[in-house]
């Protein structure tokens, strides 16, 4: 079964600090796909990158940046310089190749606050 | 364009009534989903539709719930007798197709309490 775990359940940080959110994850699947989606108080979840099981590059985009390592079965997600607006819960999700559907698997979210 | 959109924003009821979700995918996306959110917790599957039926109903948490989308467009989740625990958030999402790497886009949700 997959299952996606994001320890970290709260994070505070000054802005223009920079944080990295964790993400592990369990699949029996050798094809997946693994997202990142971003959830602001308004609460409709915004699609922020995806990121197949056979593409190992890290990513950036602005001040976004992803660090998938399948060694390790995690798939980390550091914002540089933080920002006030970057507050928002921060949810990893697994998909599975295999099976009806691509249904999304959630971890449990990360909140993450920027003070100013 | 227009984005997923989900009827009732809030819905209030009681104990033992039955309700209806609605959700409006985006035009074209042929693959639908319904999750549930409940507080502090990431949304969790309930069911999946590609064009009119359902393809993967595995996470509907019994048979008090069930879900439709008759014209492969609309879908309506249904829940009968509903009981304090089925309050959460209801999300529906779409894409283009039932592939894992289609994007997903969720609507703003139906938060619902019972009381």
């Known amino acids: 079964a997959q299952k996606v775990t994001q320890a970290q359940t709260e994070i505070s940080v000054v802005e223009k600090e920079d944080v990295t959110l964790d993400c592990v994850y369990e699949t029996r699947d050798t094809t997946y796909y693994l997202f990142w989606y971003k959830q602001p108080p308004s609460g409709e979840l915004v699609f922020l990158i995806r990121r197949n099981s056979f593409d190992e590059q890290n990513e950036i985009s602005g001040r976004y940046s992803w660090n998938f390592q399948k060694s390790t079965s995690s798939f980390n997600f550091t914002i540089t310089a933080s920002q006030v607006v970057d507050s928002a819960v921060y949810f990893c999700?697994?998909?599975?190749?295999?099976?009806?559907?691509?249904?999304?698997?959630f971890g449990g979210g990360t909140r993450l606050m920027v003070k100013p | 364009g227009a984005g997923v959109s989900q009827t009732p924003s809030n819905k209030v009821t009681e104990k033992g009534k039955y309700v209806e979700l609605r959700c409006d995918p985006i035009?074209?996306?042929?693959?639908l989903y319904w999750y549930r959110q409940s507080l502090g917790q990431g949304p969790e599957f309930l069911i999946y539709?590609?064009?009119?039926?359902?393809?993967?109903d595995s996470g509907l948490p019994n048979d008090r719930f069930f879900a439709v989308r008759p014209e492969g467009s609309v879908s309506t989740l249904k829940i009968q007798r509903t009981e304090r625990g089925d309050s959460a958030v209801y999300l529906c999402a779409s894409s283009q197709g039932g592939s894992s790497y289609n994007e997903q886009f969720f609507g703003p949700g139906t938060r619902l309490t019972v009381l």
């Open positions: 539709f590609q064009g009119t039926g359902a393809a993967d």
């Open positions: 999700a697994l998909s599975e190749l295999a099976g009806a559907g691509n249904m999304l698997t």
């Open positions: 035009s074209g996306h042929t693959a």
